[in-house]
């Protein structure tokens, strides 16, 4: 065996996989961190890192040339796996690993060609359509110029405070660690700080109605708090605590597994109390968002209704369980406020905090908050 083979090999026993999930598809989403985590395979944070691209359900015409975009960004050696429903999960992850390993599959791979950065999280016709705003005028004030690579060139504009400094639109998403299927947020920054967000989802319109986390009474419990245990994993993973992130992410599966529900009330409790009692996450949290909607009241709500329906799971046809937040779940246009006035290295926590549902959100709404 030459040293290529046995490399590819080494490669591919542990190799590093980035998840991207489609609107409408949490239940292949989940279905794949499970096997993921099962085999033990590690995520990574970019498509430098990547070895295995998966996609989790079917992309529509909006998120799948941002798919192949990105596919072309990961370097050799690489693979692709697709899977369009829960049932082959663990087929299409061996045969990911088949060509990962294969030296002759990887020599026919064509060599990867960079595209510009303004293609790396958005589909090409909101990338036109951008370009369009600044050929016009739009929201943005300094004309038609681009940078190299696609890029757009900051403009000027009065900030918060009335002073005048330059402006840039950033996309985020909709391919990123732990991040909402399908969103993409449009923000304008000033230095450091968001001025403007817009929010929506890609393809949302070619989506059936209704969440993953909907269910039956039988099933509404358990559904519950797997919902908070989902979305409290994407926090912690978010905010760099793994072992809890994992926990979290490991309840949840046993959940929706249909394992005992007994042993699993007493480890959502114990996790629960483990995350309440870090001073370091406080800190961290703190100031981030405003007001109730804090991303440090969020995650104290989160924990609370994480309780109420660890507590359901003995009685699991309690009208009081369900996957919601009670009070109404945050959604796209309470998301695009809270990032308003933030600092752009914080934006990443607080869409984790706010963790909204890409399943449920109506099909014709998009979310832009602006201050002036």
Known sequence: MDLTARLLRFAAARPHVLVVAAAGHTAERLAVEAELARRGWPAAMSPADTDVLVVAGVPGPELAPVIESLWQQVPAPRARADVPETAVVGAVLDQAVALLADPLRQRRDPTPQRPSPATDVRPRQHAEHQHSEHQHGGHDHGGGMGMPGGLPMADVGPDRDGLTLDRLRVPLGPV???????????????????????????????????????????????????????????????????????TARHLRDELLSGARVGPLRLR?????????????????????????????????????????????????????????????????????????????????????????????????HTGHVHRG
Do not use: K
């Not at 109605?209 to 926090?235: E, K, T, Y």
């Not at 001073?279 to 989160?302: C, E, K, P």
């Open 176 to 246: 990123l660690p732990d991040w909402p299927a399908g969103l993409v947020v449009e923000v304008v920054l000033q230095g450091d700080v968001v001025q403007e967000a817009t929010a929506r989802i890609l393809d949302r319109a070619g989506q059936a109605q209704g969440s993953f986390w909907d269910a039956p009474d039988a099933d509404r419990a358990r559904r519950a708090a797997a919902r908070h245990l989902d979305g409290l994993a994407r926090l912690l993973t978010t905010a760099g605590w793994a072992d809890p992130a994992a």
């Open 268 to 364: 959502t409790e114990a996790l629960v109390a483990t995350v309440r009692r870090s001073r370091t996450l406080r800190r961290m949290l703190r100031g981030l968002g405003r007001g109730a909607a804090g991303v440090d009241t969020l995650l104290a709500a989160r924990l609370s209704a994480l309780e109420s329906a660890a507590t359901d799971l003995d009685r699991p046809t309690s009208p009081v369980g369900g996957a919601g937040w009670g009070a109404g779940e945050p959604g796209i246009d309470e998301l695009a406020e809270l990032l308003v006035g933030a600092e752009l290295a914080a934006a990443r926590l607080i869409v984790a905090a706010v963790d909204p549902d890409t399943d449920r959100l109506p099909t014709d």
